[in-house]
């Protein structure tokens, strides 16, 4: 990869890379951990609405409490609440390079707030099934502290039960709990797929394989991102 193009923008392989990503695919795809290597191979900020609300939550904002009651249950935060936090983030100086969305949108109202908002250079799907998706969320343990997220099997934390960034006991959320998976994957197939019809029509929906190793996942991304 180069450093930068003629303009400083980052580029893959001499070709300019998108500035501003929508990530969609179901619960535990594997969106935040793709976005945090696009984060860091781009310069760009990754927002990630679930981190925000749950930042919301442990802080005991108006918001977060208004936001606590649908998370526990599994269910989408109400719209209003979702683009007023994300509205804020996207408005920020850290956005104006370009930025990376990670759980946002999740309906067509959110998506169509967001055409409002700021423009969108290409929207990547992971595509991910529900087997492997609930094998994912159910071996997942969270960091609530500096949200870092590990998995019992596939990415342990080598401090055990304790995050290894910070130290910090590491926890099972709600939102990852077996009932609770079962009614995020009905509410994303309910309310979140529509999203990829909306974007096809747009012309800037890509699709990858999310299964297998993170870094050949992170191959594919790259290779539908960058613009020939």
Known sequence: MKVA????????????????????????????????????????????????????????????????????????????????????????????????LDGFPRSIGQAEALDRIARVDSVVNIAVPGSVIKARLGGRRSCPKCGTVFHVENKPSAKGDLCDQCGTALVLRNDDKAEVIEQRLRTYMETTAPLLDFYQKRKLLKEIDGTGDLNEVFVRLLQVLVVR
């Not at 984060?39 to 939550?57: E, H, N, Q």
């Not at 606590?68 to 599994?74: C, H, S, Y």
């Open 5 to 100: 193009g003629p303009s400083g923008r980052k580029t893959v392989d001499g070709h300019p890379a998108p500035r501003r990503i929508v990530l969609l695919g179901p619960p535990g795809a594997g969106k935040g951990t793709q976005a945090q290597l696009l984060s860091s191979k781009f310069a760009i900020p990754r927002y990630a609405t679930g981190d925000m609300l749950r930042a919301a939550v442990a802080k005991g904002t108006e918001l977060g409490l208004k936001a606590r009651g649908f998370m526990d249950k599994g269910l989408l935060v109400p719209d209003d609440l979702v683009i007023a936090i994300t509205a804020e983030a996207l408005r920020s100086d850290d956005a104006v390079p370009g930025f990376i």
